[in-house]
């Protein structure tokens, strides 16, 4: 279980998260929506240790995530796809995605993990000598998320991945998002897409700017007045 509780962030004295609580058990995907500057990103970064020391504990069952450093966060499995995807675009699409294994170094493992990945998006297979910067927006995005997954994480944290791809692509990275959660992956999802997200994920929380504001199964969150009110116009 990868546990948030009482997390508090702030930058340079102005608070980003205040209080906030979320959990998400083994193999569930979880979603957390909220508008421009909610501080959706702040969490995910928090998680992995990308932002100033906070108050409040993270989890992953009894470890304490905030003693650690990145690399370790992310050895304990726990990967990030920012929402920049922060692609080597001058790289090839292998490259990328030998960039994933950085800080695995059982050999015997990395065959196994590019076929892992390889297998979920065939096109980045047909696509392995390729110039990054050649894909296509969609592309990029397959490839960041299948870079995370080269350390066969347990979580996967994706922040906006839907971010300026078509509806038939978005479609598209949600079938993958529930391919990748079969293999048994829990998945965080930040989204400002509320109904998409409700859509892939079992439970969500509703993020106002820095506190959580709703929580409950997608269905409920569908169905509440807020939630309807700011996300869907209704
Ligand atoms: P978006 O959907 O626009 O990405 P978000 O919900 O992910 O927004 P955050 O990016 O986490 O929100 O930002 C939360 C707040 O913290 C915002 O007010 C933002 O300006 C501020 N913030 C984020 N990163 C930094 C930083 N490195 N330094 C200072 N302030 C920051």
Do not use: C, W
């Amino acid at each position: 279980m990868l546990t948030v509780k009482g997390l508090s962030v702030s930058y340079d004295g102005i608070k980003a998260l205040n209080d906030v609580s979320i959990g998400v058990a083994p193999g569930e995907i979880v979603t957390l929506i909220g508008a421009n500057g909610a501080g959706k990103s702040t969490l995910l970064r928090a998680i992995v240790g990308l932002v100033p020391k906070a108050g409040g504990t993270i989890k992953l069952y009894e470890k304490d995530l905030q003693q650690l450093k990145t690399p370790e966060i992310i050895k304990q499995g726990i990967s990030l796809v920012p929402e920049t995807k922060d692609i080597f675009l001058s790289l090839t699409v292998k490259d990328n995605l030998k960039l994933g294994l950085f800080f695995n170094d059982n050999k015997a493992y990395h065959k196994d993990a590019y076929e892992g990945v390889f297998s979920l998006f065939p096109r980045l297979k047909e696509k392995e000598k390729q110039i990054s910067g050649t894909l296509s927006g969609g592309q990029q995005q397959m490839l960041a998320i299948g870079r995370a997954l080269m350390q066969k994480p347990k979580y996967l944290l994706l922040d906006e991945p839907s971010l300026g791809l078509s509806p038939k692509l978005t479609n598209e990275l949600l079938e993958k998002i529930s391919a990748i959660n079969k293999e048994g992956t829990a998945i965080l999802l930040v989204e400002q897409r509320a109904k998409l997200a409700l859509k892939v994920a079992s439970r969500g929380y509703v993020l106002g700017i820095g506190t959580i504001v709703r929580q409950g199964s997608s269905k409920e969150l569908l169905q509440d007045e807020l939630v309807k009110k700011i996300y869907f116009g209704a």
